[in-house]
């Protein structure tokens, strides 16, 4: 590829000031989160600030899919149930798939699904703060979302190389771009100031081997992404079921037997999403 189209696709790209849904209120939030003594009530208080977007955000976290139906009425409550990073996540993606082109609309179900498989993984596994692998699986696709937004002509070449080859969605990205969606991932998260597990998950979802900080986070949506295109839910693209590392076993400490487990517990719980 032309390097100075890439160097153009990539200038188009991080012009995220131009997504139409990108929300102040998270520059708010981060703001706040800088300084560790915040209190619990401040950042409750500029969500609040935004009543369609805290709506949004009961609503998302309310849902049946992830077990706190009809048990969260204010944003304070979510906060002191999910935590800053959490909630930080939802902000961002009940924003930004809202606008989602209808040539991607299968992404917002695939997401949803993948951050379903995600929790369910990590409670699973007894991870520690299970909830924040949701926002990982929620994000990280976020890249096809912003190449949508901002660049709508490449996203649907690269639509349509993926289903004219039968290749993945992501080699046809870089065909098109020169780039994927993970690259993408790591110029929103850092342009984002998102935190630095989400950021790892993000960015190496497809090669979580390449995780060095925080590789639970990204092994774990690894898999989740890999069970949500086996059981079918949404579309990231293309039809393909992602190749899984064999080092996810191991990493996660996964057998036969309990993968078996794991399987019937993620898909129970991909029907609600489905049924969605």
Not at 40 to 57: G, P, T
Not at 140 to 168: C, M, N, T, Y
Not at 186 to 207: G, N, S, T, Y
Not at 222 to 238: A, K, P, Q
Request: charged share 20%; proline share 4%; net charge negative.
């Amino acid at each position: 590829m032309n390097k100075d189209l890439k160097t153009e696709y990539k200038g188009s790209i991080l012009a995220v000031q131009n997504l139409p849904t990108l929300p102040n209120t998270l520059f708010e939030v981060n703001r706040l989160l800088e300084n560790p003594d915040v209190s619990l009530n401040a950042v409750a208080e500029v969500i609040n600030q935004d009543q369609v977007l805290a709506a949004k955000i009961l609503k998302m976290i309310n849902s049946p899919i992830y077990g706190f139906s009809g048990r969260i009425a204010t944003v304070q409550h979510a906060l002191v149930l999910l935590g800053y990073n959490v909630i930080r996540g939802v902000i961002v993606s009940t924003n930004i798939f809202e606008n989602l082109d209808r040539t991607m609309s299968g992404l917002w179900k695939h997401s949803l699904g993948c951050s379903v498989a995600c929790v369910q993984i990590a409670r699973f596994l007894n991870l520690k703060d299970p909830e924040e692998y949701l926002t990982a699986g929620l994000l990280h696709d976020l890249g096809k979302v912003v190449v949508s937004a901002q660049l709508p002509a490449a996203s649907k070449e690269a639509l349509w190389i993926a289903a004219r080859e039968e290749i993945s969605y992501a080699e046809a990205e870089t065909r098109v771009l020169g780039f994927s969606h993970d690259r993408v991932n790591a110029w929103v998260a850092d342009l984002w100031h998102l935190p630095v597990p989400l950021r790892e998950a993000m960015v190496f979802h497809h090669r979580p081997t390449s995780a060095k900080g925080y590789p639970e986070m990204a092994y774990v949506t690894h898999l989740g992404d890999f069970l949500v295109r086996l059981y079918e839910v949404g579309s990231g693209g293309d039809d393909l079921a992602p190749r899984l590392v064999p080092q996810t076993f191991t990493q996660l400490g996964l057998d036969q037997q309990k993968f078996e487990q794991l399987l019937d517990a993620v898909g129970e719980n991909l029907e609600e999403v489905n049924l969605r």
